[in-house]
T-cell receptor, first 113, second 112 residues
């Protein structure tokens, strides 16, 4: 079975705080891809990052960083020094090919000024 | 402009109406998708088209009827919907899924 769990339904932080969004996945396959998407109030999901199952290197992009740990089947997303514009719903996803793509239920992040 | 355009952005329809949602992608992708996003529920995959051929129908009721005339256009024809069908309907495209999807802004559908 394939499953993506985002246990945090909603998180509220004050601007400039760091925040980590958790993602735990479940799969029996050895080859797979993990993604994070951002959905601002406008509606469209914006692609943030893709990692394959063979690359456990952490990645940093500006204020965003991702921690991929196969040992715990987790792919967590950290925003450093959060800003109001980071307020959105964030989705973690697990994919195999164009037909097999599974989204978590999303975490709503509220960043207050 | 995300490269995937959905129209209309908002739609209110009665349960006896027939309407269509349109999606167009300008990215040269070969796969297109319809997703349903209801309040407090995970994104639900509805249909997948690869090179204009439907490759996935995720047990979607027949009141939703997809059409993919070419690899750039995707439609979702709606008829005799129920109030519980009210949701955000998202279209997406991808080259092979492994690079991730590009999503449209969605159509907010309200069935009254």
């Amino acid at each position: 079975a394939q499953k993506v769990t985002q246990a945090q339904t909603e998180i509220s932080v004050v601007e400039k705080e760091d925040v980590t969004l958790d993602c735990v996945y479940e799969t029996r396959d050895t080859t797979y891809y993990l993604f994070w998407y951002k959905q601002p109030p406008s509606g469209e999901l914006v692609f943030l990052i893709r990692r394959n199952s063979f690359d456990e290197q952490n990645e940093i992009s500006g204020r965003y960083s991702w921690n991929f740990q196969k040992s715990t089947s987790s792919f967590n997303f950290t925003i450093t020094a959060s800003q109001v514009v980071d307020s959105a719903v964030y989705f973690c996803a697990l994919g195999y090919n164009f037909n097999k793509f599974y989204f978590g239920s999303g975490t709503k992040l509220n960043v207050k000024p | 402009e995300t490269g995937v355009t959905q129209t209309p952005r908002h739609l209110v329809m009665g349960m006896t109406n027939k309407k269509s949602l349109k999606c167009e992608q300008h990215l040269g992708h070969n796969a297109m998708y319809w997703y349903k996003q209801s309040a407090k529920k995970p994104l639900e995959l509805m249909f997948v088209y690869n090179f204009k051929e439907q490759t996935e129908n995720n047990s979607v009721p027949s009141r939703f009827s997809p059409e993919c005339p070419n690899s750039s256009h995707l439609f979702l024809h709606l008829h005799t919907l129920q109030p519980e069908d009210s949701a955000l309907y998202l279209c997406a495209s991808s080259q092979d899924g492994l690079e991730g999807y590009t999503f449209g802004s969605g159509t907010r559908l309200t069935v009254v």
